[in-house]
């Protein structure tokens, strides 16, 4: 199949920590992404890995790729009331060259 | 640079009538995707043209077509409209198939369609 999974819904406390987690199933995926989209907006990239590192660091945002489980996280770090948002997980398939998204996670902040 | 422009951004229709989406990419850019966007479903995938050809296709039912003029311009058509087409179309342009060397795909705000 062509899944992309994540959890809908997360849940923090502004400061600390947020972790969005992401399954994919194809093993063959060259480059894996982080989307966000605001309300009434379109997606934005936020960030990307390919697949043959592990973590990569973007400013507050942490990528880290398992690729034997194929498991993708997203952390940001000292989350803010900006980043309530909705954030998507992408995989780019060799096979058929297209990108497949999952069904997003909704990111919310509590003061 | 202009972005993706969608056009309508908002739209009401009822059952069994049809729809055009339009889709004007990003100045040079020659891929153009189409995604459904619903609460339940997230973003599915429904097609990709480049160079006025289809490229790669969802798992949609065939009321679901487009089509991508000369200059990159791309409309999708719903025929025979079900209550559960209401979504946020969602169209991505690119420089080349599949996104950049990197995959990434530039947005549109989307087209909300509503039906009755």
């Known amino acids: 199949g062509e899944d992309v999974e994540q959890s809908l819904f997360l849940s923090v406390r502004e400061g600390d920590s947020s972790v969005i987690n992401c399954t994919y199933t194809d093993s063959s995926s060259t480059y894996l992404y982080w989307y966000k989209q605001e309300p009434g907006a379109g997606l934005q990239l936020l960030t990307y890995i390919f697949s043959n590192m592990d973590m990569k660091q973007d400013q507050r945002l942490t990528v880290l790729l398992n690729k034997k489980d194929k498991h993708l996280s997203l952390r940001i770090a000292d989350t803010q009331t900006g980043d309530s948002a909705i954030y998507f997980c992408a995989e780019r398939q060799s096979s058929a060259s297209k990108i497949i998204f999952g069904s997003g996670t909704r990111l919310s902040i509590r003061p | 640079k202009a972005g993706v422009t969608q056009t309508p951004r908002y739209l009401i229709k009822t059952r069994g009538q049809q729809v055009t989406l339009s889709c004007s990419p990003i100045?040079?850019?020659?891929?153009v995707s189409w995604y459904q966007q619903t609460p339940g479903q997230g973003l599915q995938f429904l097609f990709e043209?480049?160079?006025?050809?289809?490229?790669n296709k969802g798992n949609f039912p065939g009321r679901f077509s487009g089509r991508q003029f000369s200059n990159s311009r791309s409309e999708m058509n719903v025929s025979t409209l079900e209550l559960g087409d209401s979504a946020l179309y969602l169209c991505a342009s690119s420089p080349t198939s599949g996104g950049t060397n990197t995959g990434e795909l530039f947005f549109g705000e989307g087209s909300r369609l509503t039906v009755l």
């Open positions: 043209y480049f160079s006025e050809t289809q490229r």
């Open positions: 100045s040079g850019h020659r891929s």
